[in-house]
């Protein structure tokens, strides 16, 4: 099984910006977005999460907060590993943004209460404006 992974993952010499194919730089200008906006993310949630607590959110099951990161940056990785020099799609990218613009709708719904801790104000704590829920 190793040997199959090892010769599917070749390691390339550095190559001079005059010899590279320009859809690799295109692929790495996407993994640099998607990492970038999942960083940002990020300390957005963790932002929320403690403006939830210190209004007094309680959180829920916060065991899966460790094995949610560490499958996103196992992702991320895999990302990085096996696509950076993949021939970037158009069709796909315009359908990634469309979602994007799904995505960001949806979290500006939710921008005061989206996080991944899972922490939530009940209704009786609520003050200063924010926002409650009744899961």
Known sequence: MWQ???QSV???SPQSAYDRDPSMDAAVALLAFITLQRFVEFIWDRRNTRRLRAAGAVEFGGLHYPAMMLVHAGWLAGLWVFAY???VIRGYVA???VLQVGRYWVLAGAAL????ALAC???????DGVQTTRY
């Open 4 to 6: 199959c992974v090892r």
């Open 10 to 12: 070749k390691l390339r």
């Open 85 to 87: 020099d993949s021939p």
């Open 95 to 97: 359908a990634f943004l």
């Open 113 to 116: 209460v989206e996080n991944s």
């Open 121 to 127: 104000v009940p209704e009786e704590r609520a003050g």
